[in-house]
């Protein structure tokens, strides 16, 4: 009897991986590993990027006046939104390839007027940052990063907690001994936003160093520190951008080391994967290609360094006035609904010890590929974007004559699960869209995990994508 042809299978990629393949997959997750040790925020990850591209020609877009095929411009937007572009063949107006990730990651701020003192010890006040089970942050040692800025527009950057030398920072949590009133709360109620303290400092100021108008010494010693060190001052805390994100470098995991572990694969995995994918372009490619690397995803893509921004329509208004395009208004309108998008960001891995949040046949394995998403959203697809059969057929065609692994799934079981990615801001252009990206092991935790088959199998989708 012949064998019943179309069946939808998910396999362990690493069954069938050639020694070629296997070669290429640990050379691209080795860039990756250096990559995520370095992009810890999105000003970073920024930076990191900006890099990467201008070793490779990439010049920014300000500083030309036409663009021709071939040429490789980016335009960024306030050091942490970035768009990359290599121009194709086709007049930008005739629509462009795009992969849009976000850098942006759950992680704790620093509020504007942090520094407190409690019963002897010195802390930093927190605001946490995106979705977050907050016990995960507990005990665990924090590295400091970012930026302060002065009112001159001298700006100090910081970076504490990576370096074998450096110190680190801590939440702490009270002990199981005396735990009992914690551990009868619900989960969600069990930990207080506002008691997330940072530990900074417990040592008073000298004697010989005082200032009596400060009451609280162990405070003044830490700012004391701050100026001797950095040369800020409390005031300078208001106009700073400081976060915590948890100490150490990636890892590979496991005694075979498939997979790795790491902060903020969410998304700076996807984002890596969509940018080297533009780097890694052949030749011209026949129609515009673009990476957008976006901020503020993980708290609903607001303000101007967001999707829900202006940003993206402004840049590709910039890239049609440097082809002369007649009807440069109406030709930024069909560019934009002409174009075509893979929202690039994570998926839940389905988890062998947490079978009842998935949906059955639909979710997510390790090392079986790129997921593609076809809606996010809650409930009844509410906040979905939904992309149409037509464009997915395409994906396939695609994706199948470059010999791709990949797999199609939901995030989670129906009314259980749900979430949102940048895909419903750039569909409202008329663009297609859908989410596509590697599924992940403990999402927005601290340490969340990656298949590195998955990894190599999505940039590859990525640049088959922008090639096509």
């Known amino acids: 009897m012949d064998k019943?042809?179309?069946?939808?299978k998910r396999e362990n990629g690493y069954r069938k991986m050639t020694a070629?393949?296997?070669k290429a997959c640990a050379a691209y997750n080795a860039d990756y590993l250096s990559y995520l040790g370095i992009a810890k925020t999105e000003r970073r990850a920024y930076d990191e990027a900006v890099r990467r591209i201008e070793a490779l020609g990439f010049v920014e877009l300000s500083t030309k006046d036409t663009l021709k095929p071939g040429d490789k411009v980016y335009r960024g937007y306030h050091g942490k939104t970035l768009m990359a572009v290599v121009i194709g063949e086709?007049?930008?107006?005739k629509g462009i390839n795009v992969i849009g990730g976000h850098t942006d990651a759950p992680r704790i701020d620093i509020k504007p007027v942090p520094?407190?003192?409690?019963?002897?010890?010195?802390?930093?006040?927190?605001h946490y940052y995106g979705g977050i089970k907050k016990f995960h942050w507990l005990t665990h040692p924090l590295a400091l990063y970012g930026v302060i800025v002065k009112p001159d527009g001298t700006k100090v950057e910081i970076a504490i907690g990576d370096k074998p030398e450096d110190p680190v920072f801590?939440?702490?949590?009270?002990?199981?001994?005396?735990?009992?009133?914690?551990?009868?709360?619900?989960?969600?109620?069990?930990?207080?936003?506002?008691?997330?303290?940072?530990?900074?400092?417990?040592?008073?100021?000298?004697?010989?160093?005082?200032?009596?108008?400060?009451?609280?010494?162990?405070?003044?010693?830490?700012?004391?520190?701050?100026?001797?060190e950095y040369g800020v001052t409390e005031e300078d805390?208001?106009?700073?951008?400081?976060?915590?994100?948890p100490a150490g470098m990636p890892r590979e995991l496991g005694l075979d080391?498939?997979?790795?572990?790491?902060?903020?694969?969410?998304?700076?995995?996807c984002a890596y994967a969509g940018l080297k994918a533009l780097m890694d372009l052949p030749a011209i490619p026949r129609r515009t290609g673009m990476v957008l690397l976006c901020d503020k995803e993980e708290i609903g893509s607001v303000g101007a360094t967001g999707m829900d921004s202006t940003f993206f329509e402004n840049s590709v208004a910039e890239l049609i006035a440097r082809q002369n395009t007649p009807s440069p208004e109406v030709a930024v309108r069909r560019a934009l609904e002409a174009s075509r998008m893979l929202s690039a960001d994570v998926c839940a891995a389905s988890d062998p010890h947490f079978p009842t949040a998935d949906s059955p046949n639909n979710m997510a394995m390790m090392h079986a590929g790129g997921c593609m998403i076809k809606y996010t959203g809650a409930r009844g697809k509410g906040g979905a974007s939904d992309a149409r059969a037509e464009f997915i057929a395409d994906l396939r065609r695609i994706f199948a004559a470059d010999g791709l692994t990949w797999q199609a799934g939901e995030l989670g079981r129906c009314e259980k699960g749900g979430g949102g990615t940048i895909a419903l801001y750039?569909?409202?252009?008329?663009m297609d869209v859908v989410d596509f990206g590697v599924p992940l092991f403990n999402m927005h935790a601290p340490w969340e995990a990656a298949s590195k088959y998955d990894c190599y199998m999505t940039y590859r989708a990525y640049k088959a994508f922008l090639a096509d």
């Open 4 to 8: 019943i042809k179309g069946l939808v």
């Open 20 to 22: 070629d393949e296997a």
């Open 90 to 93: 086709e007049p930008v107006a």
């Open 115 to 126: 520094i407190c003192e409690k019963g002897g010890i010195a802390y930093f006040d927190t």
């Open 170 to 228: 801590q939440i702490t949590d009270i002990l199981p001994h005396f735990g009992a009133e914690q551990s009868g709360k619900k989960l969600g109620e069990a930990f207080d936003p506002e008691d997330m303290d940072i530990v900074v400092g417990s040592i008073p100021v000298a004697e010989d160093e005082d200032d009596e108008d400060v009451k609280e010494k162990v405070k003044l010693n830490i700012l004391r520190l701050l100026e001797k």
């Open 237 to 245: 805390f208001l106009s700073a951008e400081l976060e915590l994100v």
């Open 257 to 269: 080391r498939a997979m790795i572990v790491g902060y903020g694969h969410d998304d700076r995995v």
């Open 426 to 430: 750039m569909a409202r252009y008329g």
